[in-house]
């Protein structure tokens, strides 16, 4: 309160400076200036240093005690989030060159053949190979998400499971990088590089005839893929890719296969002079060919005269048919084992009469599998239909051409859906050998 004279003061206009220094004065309250000297700036910053380090201490003391204090419970724990956490993995920008040039190097066939790897593209083609006990070199993955749905879906996502997972090469990758190598339009985010497994996969546990397919020229991997399929499903011994297919082991054929890759023997690379060493002796023999219009005098023979057409294509067979005792050779396979080599496929004239030549014909539906004890073997062509090669095998071992009618003036099938068609009706008819075998046993009390 400036009392009386400082209101008069303001009354009449004095500047506020004015009013502040003539109300000081009239109050008798003099204004000190305090100059700092070096004394009082060292004072300042001493007092500035130790506020300085009692906030440190402060801050030390409320980290410690909060590091010894349980944590605040979560009301709406994820324990899959926890387990998750829980996976070990490393960066692939700091993993090692190997693992880092490995997906680049799985683009050249060479690369992947010398060292007997496959890539496997997408979660449930990884699980499969897992669960078939195929050797991963490396895991890359996107998300930890995807590496925890390999063992378990999330709701039963446990500890073992987690510690299984930790035994996995596994390295996380961007987004960016993954699809820069996926052979897909949108990569699955997750890509795995595996041993080619050396040990026969278990097939089905039926007791029929065995079942051989033999695959000759078939080029396009989608439709190798999908023929894998199919014969995994009918229950297949034994594929036999003969030289000039595609690799069973491409990412598109392995993707396409859709696990069949782990349910069947597979042999690649064979050759048609020594594939007799690969089939049972006592086999029946089929070719898959399509029922076009030059085939209707050949169905005539199945309705009522087999033995006179029989016997005149066995004529005409023999008029192409040469003496093969001093082509047949004995040779050491790459694993040591004594085979028999048929010389004969390596003269190109000689196959070149096999062109045409004439074959017995049945539909899909009348094989005659009844008394085949030793099985069946069914060829496949390829897109562009079955070599010469072929016919020649299947026409020296006494076989039969199978026919898939067509209607509505189609003239061929996908390779995958014919060969699916007699596949299934030839597992049909060796099956019901195997039932009334067993029957029979029954009946008589054997």
């Keep these: 309160m400036l009392g009386a004279p400082g209101c008069l003061l303001r009354v009449l206009g004095c500047g506020e400076r004015a009013w502040v220094r003539s109300s000081r004065v009239v109050a008798r309250r003099p204004v000190r200036v305090h100059l700092k ?102 895991l890359y993955f996107t998300r930890l998400g995807l590496v925890a749905a390999l063992k378990a879906p999330p709701s039963e996502l446990k500890l073992e499971h987690v510690i299984a997972l930790n035994d996995l090469p596994l390295f996380k990758a961007p987004y960016k990088t993954l699809q820069m190598w996926s052979s897909v339009t949108t990569s699955p985010g997750i890509v795995g590089v595996f041993k080619i497994p050396t040990i026969e996969p278990t097939t089905t546990t039926t007791i029929s005839p065995p079942l051989t397919l033999v695959l000759d020229e078939l080029r396009e991997p989608g439709n190798l893929g999908g023929v894998l399929r199919t014969a995994a499903a009918v229950g297949v011994h034994q594929v036999l890719l003969m030289k000039g297919c595609c690799d069973p082991w491409d990412v598109k054929v392995v993707r396409a296969g859709c696990g069949a890759h782990f349910r069947l023997r597979i042999h690649t690379k064979l050759t048609w002079d020594s594939i007799m060493n690969c089939v049972p002796e006592s086999a029946k023999i089929f070719l898959a060919d399509v029922h076009r219009g030059e085939d209707a005098e050949d169905m005539l023979g199945v309705a009522g005269e087999e033995e006179e057409d029989g016997a005149a294509i066995k004529q005409r067979k023999i008029n192409i048919r040469r003496d093969s005792s001093e082509d047949n050779v004995y040779e050491l396979d790459i694993e040591g084992n004594k085979v028999m080599v048929d010389n004969s496929y390596s003269d190109p004239e000689h196959l070149e009469l096999y062109k045409n030549v004439p074959l017995r014909t049945v539909r899909y539906d009348q094989l005659g599998l009844g008394g085949s004890d030793g099985g069946a073997v069914l060829v496949v062509g390829g897109e562009v239909g079955v070599s010469n090669a072929a016919k020649k095998f299947v026409s020296d071992n006494c076989g039969t051409k199978v026919t898939v009618p067509l209607a509505n003036g189609m003239d061929s099938l996908n390779v995958g859906v014919a060969s699916g068609v007699v596949l299934y009706e030839m597992q049909k008819q060796l099956h019901n050998i195997t039932s009334k075998k067993l029957q029979e046993k029954y009946e008589s009390g054997g």
Excluded: C, W
């Design 37 to 138: 000297g070096p004394q009082q700036e060292a004072q300042q910053v001493i007092r500035e240093y130790e506020d300085m380090q009692a906030a440190a201490s402060r801050k030390g003391q409320k980290s410690k005690h909060s590091e010894q204090a349980p944590p605040a419970v979560d009301p709406d724990p994820n324990p899959d989030k926890l387990l998750r956490n829980r996976i070990h993995f490393k960066l692939l920008s700091g993993a090692g060159s190997y693992e880092r040039k490995l997906l680049e190097n799985m683009k050249h066939p060479k690369y992947r053949s010398e060292h007997q790897l496959f890539v496997a593209e997408g979660h449930r083609i990884i699980r499969e190979a897992l669960e078939h006990g195929a050797t991963p070199a490396a």
